[in-house]
């Protein structure tokens, strides 16, 4: 069973949230606080971590940051009434995975924990089957239909991190703070080209696609998820 943490400073939605997730399948275990939740963290673990931003004293995105510097891997989704851009966009540069706005609709919750998960798995196994197109990153090596794709090492790991987590939101400082080394001069335009070398090199797969987000930066959408 998938363990869950709630970090939600609101007593009546924290309860509720966990109580629909533990009647989902789920075993959720909720936190009033960020330092609640890392004591929880330290003590058990755990699958992924829904969390909202504006909490007393650690918030979000300070919570969610800590988090990230200790686990790369787990997924997580931020529960918020913040909507605007530059809270989105700080967001997903710390490397949350999800962005909910409140109020929170319970089945699109649940339904998005789900595709969190199945990704989380994904990019574990270190090999991508997407239709006709397979990434292994043990061999480095790209296949559409039985023809392999030369892609460069910058371009593979830009597009192997992208499909691990499809529909996931990367801004442009995002993947330059990954992919590119700390003291390049390199502008985040050049995000752009590598996308329009990325777009062309793969033009014949049906399967998936890089999309535009306009004001924050790309995501790869498999086309059968839509």
Not at 10 to 26: H, I
Not at 132 to 142: G, H, K, L, N, P
Request: net charge negative; charged share 30%.
């Amino acid at each position: 069973m998938f363990k869950i943490l709630v970090v939600e400073d609101d007593r009546e939605l924290n309860k509720t949230v966990c109580s629909y997730l533990n009647r989902s399948g789920y075993e959720a275990t909720g936190c009033l606080n960020a330092m609640d939740a890392y004591d929880a963290l330290n003590i058990a673990t755990y699958d992924l971590i829904v969390s909202d931003i504006m909490m007393p004293q650690i918030d979000g995105f300070e919570f969610a940051k800590t988090v990230r510097s200790l686990n790369e891997n787990i997924p997580i989704l931020f529960m918020t009434a913040k909507d605007d851009i530059a809270s989105k966009e700080r967001g997903f540069r710390i490397g949350v995975d999800d962005y909910m706005v409140k109020p929170i609709d319970l089945d699109e919750l649940f339904l998005r924990i789900g595709a969190l998960l199945r990704r989380a798995k994904i990019a574990t196994s270190r090999r991508i089957e997407i239709g006709s197109f397979v990434m292994d990153a043990d061999e480095f090596t790209a296949y559409l239909n039985g023809e392999e794709i030369a892609f460069t090492s910058r371009e593979f790991n830009i597009l192997y991190k992208m499909l691990s987590y499809p529909k996931k939101t990367f801004t442009r400082f995002q993947l330059m703070d990954e992919f590119w080394d700390a003291d390049s001069d390199t502008a985040p335009r050049a995000v752009d080209v590598y996308m329009t070398k990325l777009r062309a090199k793969c033009s014949a797969c049906n399967d998936f696609e890089i999309v535009t987000v306009h004001g924050l930066g790309y995501k790869a959408v498999i086309k059968n998820e839509k």
